[in-house]
């Protein structure tokens, strides 16, 4: 067992974080895994006969942020956590792994937004009553 230069527990011993309410990260890889066929397809789709590679990455984009809406807020938390620190035996996070700097971050943060949209929806279905 290797022991930690910062810590006085053992590596072995230690336990994940966690804050109240939240998945820790080995449970956040089985959370989301029910929608990782899905996210596969969009992300491994060849582009559309004659489709510029613009246009066809802003549509896999667009249709990664469509399937990201629709995922629970906690669904979203742990998809967030699997795809922002990616494990070697992830397929999904390889995947994601692969797409630009740019357009990772944007996605990303809208995971990372869900909380705040899901607020939203509820405020404003409570002002429609």
């Known amino acids: 067992m290797s022991e930690s230069i910062f810590s006085a527990i053992p ?14 990260i080995e449970s956040a890889h089985t959370i989301a895994s029910s929608h990782d066929a899905s996210l596969l397809a969009i992300l491994t ?3 559309r006969l004659g489709e510029p590679a613009q ?11 469509a399937a990201f809406a629709a995922l629970s807020a906690a669904d979203s ?18 995947k994601f792994a692969g797409l630009v700097v ?11 937004d869900a909380r705040r949209r ?12």
């Not at 590596?11 to 820790?24: E, H, I, K, M, T």
């Not at 967030?80 to 990616?86: E, F, G, I, M, V």
């Not at 899901?118 to 009553?129: D, G, L, M």
């Open 45 to 47: 789709a060849p582009l």
């Open 77 to 94: 938390r742990a998809l967030h956590a699997r795809l922002a620190n990616p494990r070697p035996d992830d397929a999904l996070a390889a």
């Open 102 to 112: 740019d357009r990772k971050q944007r996605l990303l943060g809208f995971l990372a």
């Open 11 to 24: 590596s072995g011993a230690r336990r994940p974080l966690r804050r109240a309410g939240s998945a820790s």
């Open 55 to 65: 246009v066809g990455f802003l549509r896999k984009e667009t249709e990664l942020r």
């Open 118 to 129: 899901e607020a939203i929806a509820a405020a404003a279905a409570n002002a429609r009553r």
